[in-house]
């Protein structure tokens, strides 16, 4: 373990096929090769547990939200690395996870809805236009980016590398992260 290890919620906010997940979860190897503590929360994972009871009114949302940022909190609070993937597309329960978490790093994965459209990772945006799935984030469903995020990831325009040094360099900065990220993860895009 690493010595002094601070604790930290690492948030990522964006559309879905925004590039959360896939930032996420090299940031994650990358961490753990360096010895850090380090928890992953993924909003598909939540929903399918802790959240399983939920679904995607606003409210559902929220409460999914709430119950993800509770979790971060503590682990946060026994100087874990939590990374969260989640949607979160309200700016208000967002800013008020925010404010229960001591150390919070907002990292907003930005990419136009037509390029996550286009990419369709899951195939869900196709099911939103025929109106197969209802109230889908950025098709019939509201997004609000973040205002100030500590973090903002272009991924229409960067590679996977650079999205993950740029969330990296931040945590150095605020002094979570010791050394360098060692580019120890072989990314395809790179
Ligand atoms: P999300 O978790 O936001 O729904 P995913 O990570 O599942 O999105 O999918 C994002 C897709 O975008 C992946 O296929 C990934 O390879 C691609 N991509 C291209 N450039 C980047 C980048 N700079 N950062 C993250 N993903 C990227």
């Known amino acids: 373990m690493v010595l002094e290890q601070r604790g930290v919620t690492i948030w990522f906010t964006g559309l879905s096929g925004a590039g959360k997940t896939t930032i996420a979860k090299f940031l994650e190897k990358d961490l753990r090769k360096q010895k850090y503590k380090v928890e992953l929360l993924d909003g598909d994972i939540v929903?399918?547990?802790?959240?399983?009871?939920?679904?995607?009114?606003?409210?559902?949302?929220?409460?999914?939200?709430?119950?993800?940022?509770?979790?971060?909190?503590?682990l946060t609070r026994n100087d874990v690395i939590v990374i969260v993937s989640a949607i979160s597309p309200y700016r208000q329960i967002r800013d008020e996870v925010r404010l229960q978490i001591r150390d919070f790093v907002e990292v907003y994965v930005n990419a136009p809805l037509s390029v996550c459209e286009k990419r369709d990772v899951k195939g869900l945006y196709k099911k939103a236009r025929t109106g197969e799935i209802k109230g889908f984030t950025g098709i019939d469903d509201f997004y609000e980016p973040p205002l100030n995020p500590e973090v903002e990831c272009q991924t229409d325009c960067e590679t996977i590398t650079e999205s993950?040094?740029?969330?990296?360099?931040?945590?150095?900065r605020f002094g979570y992260v010791h050394s360098e990220r060692e580019a120890l993860t072989p990314i395809r895009n790179a």
Not at 48 to 73: H, M, P, Y
Not at 164 to 172: D, E, H, I, N, Y
């Open 47 to 74: 929903r399918q547990n802790l959240s399983k009871d939920l679904g995607f009114s606003k409210e559902n949302r929220e409460e999914n939200i709430r119950r993800i940022g509770f979790v971060a909190n503590l």
């Open 164 to 172: 993950v040094t740029k969330v990296w360099t931040q945590l150095k």
